[in-house]
């Protein structure tokens, strides 16, 4: 069995050990968990409880970044005006970029924005980060058939992404793995996307975000980027100097406003920072719309294969996930299900815990990284 082919027995077993056996193991094994708030599942080690509510739930913290139906309304307007303008100006071959992972939310996105505008002409552009789960790159291949949309696949150099991500993962800050190596990868994305619009004179580049990672992650309390933003040079991720870690070929990966006139350069649009819909209903829409395959639509399945090991480093350096605030607050908003994401945290800190479930997949990616599981200090293998 090929590497590939191993990865995605794990996470479809992983998938499946979540769902069918873990609701009846958690109950054996609560020595290895944290005490978790019963309504939204934050663990105490992130916030502390009282008699077993976190502070977010007993303070009744408001949803953040809620819009008026006036103002949805207005954001709406405007994005339908950028996106009909842009049909409308010019003889550009592309109207709109669309960031296309394979991922339940940017397969919707991609569908929903051909399906609203009649005559829009898209391109597609995929970031094989090179660490890309075969399953998402399968839906791709899929969907793009299924939409007669055009599409490109950027897939840059493997040691390039592998010294990004070693360096991420030997220099977390305080935000963990979201914060660092995560924030790596989006952010590389997102530039990508910048250069390949710049250069083919395509306005807008469209996200996938939702209305809380544009908030809390991005910082932005709009659905688009500004012009000052874009026409600055990205020179730091996560507070790393990208010229420490890249060449200066590397470097030109990274956007870098000021090499291109204004009229060149993009802007981000983040649709669902207005639409803010619900996991469930992201879910519901690519099923019925037969766009993947049931099952595919779970970001466990489509996330590319550092994910798993981002989970069980947070796990053992800050006793939580780094990923879990942002899924509490969908849960506190109503916008996920508590289960779900109650589960999948529990399964990993038991497997980070105790070295169990940690797959082969997980070694295959640190041999990439030029890590061992000691460097890390996850339990388990050889090195343990």
Same mark, same amino acid.
């Given at each position: 069995?090929?590497?590939?082919?191993?990865?995605?027995?794990?996470?479809?077993?992983?998938?499946?050990?979540?769902?069918?056996?873990w609701p009846f193991q958690r109950v054996l094994v609560r020595r290895y968990l944290t005490p978790r708030c019963e309504k939204c599942f934050l663990p105490e080690t992130y916030s502390p409880l009282i008699h077993g509510i976190c502070g977010h739930c007993r303070t009744h913290e408001p949803k953040r970044n809620t819009l008026t139906h006036k103002e949805q309304d207005r954001m709406q307007d405007e994005f339908d005006f950028l996106i009909r303008t842009a049909m409308g100006s010019g003889n550009r071959r592309?109207?709109?970029?669309?960031?296309?992972?394979?991922?339940?939310?940017?397969?919707?996105?991609?569908?929903?924005?051909?399906?609203?505008?009649? @005559?829009?002409?898209?391109?597609?552009?995929?970031? !094989?980060?090179? %660490?890309? =789960?075969?399953? #998402?790159?399968?839906?791709?291949?899929?969907?793009?058939?299924?939409?007669?949309?055009?599409?490109?696949?950027?897939?840059?150099?493997?040691?390039?992404?592998?010294?990004?991500?070693?360096?991420?993962?030997?220099?977390?800050?305080?935000? @963990?793995?979201?914060?660092?190596?995560?924030?790596? !990868?989006?952010? %590389?994305? =997102?530039?990508? #996307?910048?250069?390949?619009?710049?250069?083919?004179?395509?306005?807008?580049?469209?996200?996938?975000?939702?209305?809380?990672?544009?908030?809390?992650?991005?910082?932005l309390d709009t659905f688009i980027t500004s012009r000052q933003a874009e026409a600055k040079k990205r020179e730091t991720v996560a507070g790393i100097r990208l010229a420490d870690i890249f060449d200066a070929h590397e470097l030109r990966h990274w956007w870098n406003g000021p090499a291109w006139p204004l009229e060149k350069r993009p802007q981000?649009?983040?649709?669902?920072?207005?639409?803010?819909?619900?996991?469930?209903?992201?879910?519901?829409?690519?099923?019925?719309?037969?766009?993947?395959?049931?099952?595919?639509?779970?970001p466990l399945v489509t996330n590319n294969s550092l994910v798993p090991l981002m989970g069980v480093v947070d796990m053992i350096r800050l006793g939580y996930s780094s990923f879990e605030p942002e899924f509490a607050r969908m849960v506190r908003e109503g916008k996920t299900n508590r289960k779900e994401w109650l589960y999948t945290f529990e399964t990993l800190e038991y497997a980070a815990r105790t070295g169990?479930?940690?797959?082969?997949?997980?070694?295959?990616?640190?041999?990439?990284?030029?890590?061992?599981?000691?460097?890390?200090?996850?339990?388990?293998?050889?090195?343990?």
């Open positions: 069995m090929n590497s590939k082919q191993t990865m995605v027995r794990e996470m479809k077993l992983f998938e499946f050990y979540k769902q069918r056996i592309y109207h709109v970029l669309v960031l296309f992972s394979g991922g339940k939310d940017s397969s919707y996105l991609l569908h929903h924005m051909a399906e609203r505008y009649k @005559g829009i002409r898209i391109l597609a552009l995929t970031v !094989d980060n090179t %660490f890309m =789960s075969p399953i #998402a790159m399968e839906n791709v291949n899929a969907i793009i058939k299924k939409l007669g949309i055009d599409h490109t696949i950027v897939r840059p150099c493997a040691g390039t992404m592998e010294k990004m991500f070693r360096y991420a993962f030997t220099h977390l800050n305080e935000h @963990g793995c979201a914060g660092t190596v995560d924030q790596f !990868d989006g952010d %590389f994305f =997102s530039d990508v #996307a910048r250069n390949i619009a710049a250069q083919m004179d395509i306005p807008y580049v469209l996200c996938g975000l939702s209305r809380d990672q544009v908030a809390h992650v991005l910082g981000m649009l983040f649709p669902f920072y207005i639409w803010n819909l619900s996991e469930s209903f992201i879910k519901n829409q690519v099923l019925t719309l037969n766009l993947m395959p049931r099952g595919d639509e779970s169990r479930l940690l797959g082969k997949s997980i070694d295959g990616v640190l041999k990439r990284l030029s890590l061992t599981r000691t460097d890390l200090g996850i339990k388990g293998g050889n090195n343990d």
